[in-house]
């Protein structure tokens, strides 16, 4: 199975007050957390950003590369997808596993629970934790992706994500070991972070 990694960092942060993907946090960045995750068990791993941000800056450092929303699509994270799956399909990969950037207790297990469920023979999968679906905990087939979303994105306006995945299918997969945080404003942050 060959899957690229795509770490979503180009969103505007608006609650949390500053550009919270290049938060300090533990010994690095918010957004080092689930891009480890990613580099765990990805064949390579992307990071969409918005051009000239800190998220942009900091994948530029580790020579990561940054793919930028194309400006005809709506705002929002499937257009960050829609570029991934691009992406990846010229990278030669058939998968495209994804991660919020503001998702400090994402491990490698959890992507790992994703694509046993694409073993098995989903066509896509996304998380399911407590809190209910996480559909930026994904995996999306590179092929079958592009034209969903492309559909999806055609009337400009940005649907809901998990509307996209349950119209292909996706397996909602429990993920045994992750909490579903998210961090939405500093307070959200966890104080003591565990070693990813």
Known sequence: MRVAGLLLAGGRSRRFGSEKS???????????????ALNAVCGRVAV???RGSGADAHAAVLELPRLIDASD??????????????????????????????AP????????????AIDDGAPAALGVTDQGLEPLVSVWPVLG????????LAGRTHPAIRTVLHAMGAAAVRLP????????????????????
């Open 22 to 36: 290049v938060a300090p946090f533990g010994a690095g960045l918010l957004m080092d957390r689930p891009l480890a």
């Open 48 to 50: 969409s950003v918005r």
């Open 73 to 102: 699509d709506p705002e929002g994270p499937l257009a960050g997808i829609r570029r991934g799956v691009d992406w990846a399909e010229e990278a030669g990969f058939d998968w495209l596993a994804v991660a919020p950037c503001d």
């Open 105 to 116: 207790t994402l491990k490698p297990a959890q992507y790992e629970t994703l694509m046993r």
């Open 145 to 152: 992706g592009r034209r969903a979303l492309a559909a999806a």
């Open 177 to 196: 070991g992750y909490d579903g945080r998210n961090v939405n404003a500093p307070d959200d942050l966890p104080s003591s972070p565990s070693t990813p």
